[in-house]
């Protein structure tokens, strides 16, 4: 298992240095943390115009109290232009570990696309490595995309959406150390 993790950190460093692994994390990050937080209710397109900042009283007790599973209470609303931000630091963080696990995989990804060789495998093979991000995108976004087209849905559905979060994660870290350990970095 220390090999493994050794080997992946090794590979990590290789996205890291290349321009084009870096830019293909960041965007993949980026797009997922805003569609996260658009489909959580964090970022919404109900701005007025200006520029402001709300910060609740006592955001410390605030940024603990539960909305629902592994979802809290915002001690912050910014508004810039369309957008208002609704600020809970656990759920940002939350989000900020999914939106890196899901870039690290489609980086690996497509490094397994470009440079097959390198991971020891066929290309098709590092499609694979996207299967979490999916698990991922389905725990955040299912039940919406379920009220979006109408179809209804028993609450054993939609707690079993809820259980989807914890899995995603574990599911994108195994993931990054599968994939990364048969990446050889002499090859990349």
Do not use: H
């Amino acid at each position: 298992m220390a090999e493994s993790i050794r080997r992946t950190l090794r590979t990590l460093r290789i996205v890291a240095s290349r321009w084009d692994a870096r830019a293909i994390l960041t965007l993949t990050g980026l797009a997922y943390l805003i569609g996260y937080s658009f489909a959580v209710g964090d970022l919404a397109l109900t701005g007025r115009g200006g520029i402001s900042l709300l910060v609740v009283d006592a955001p410390l007790d605030r940024a603990f109290q539960s909305t629902g599973y592994l979802s809290f209470e915002p001690i912050a609303a910014v508004e810039a232009g369309p957008l208002t931000y609704l600020f809970s630091p656990i759920d940002a963080g939350l989000a900020l570990v999914l939106a890196a696990l899901v870039g690290i995989n489609v980086a690996l990804t497509y490094l397994g696309l470009v440079q097959p060789r390198a991971c020891g495998m066929e290309s098709s093979v590092g499609l694979l490595a996207a299967v979490p991000a999916l698990f991922s995108g389905a725990a955040c976004c299912g039940p919406v995309v379920l009220i979006a087209i109408g179809v209804q849905a028993t609450g054993a559905v939609i707690a079993g959406f809820q259980l989807l979060l914890p899995i995603a994660v574990g599911l994108l870290a195994l993931s990054v150390v599968l994939v990364g350990r048969r990446i050889d970095p002499t090859l990349a």
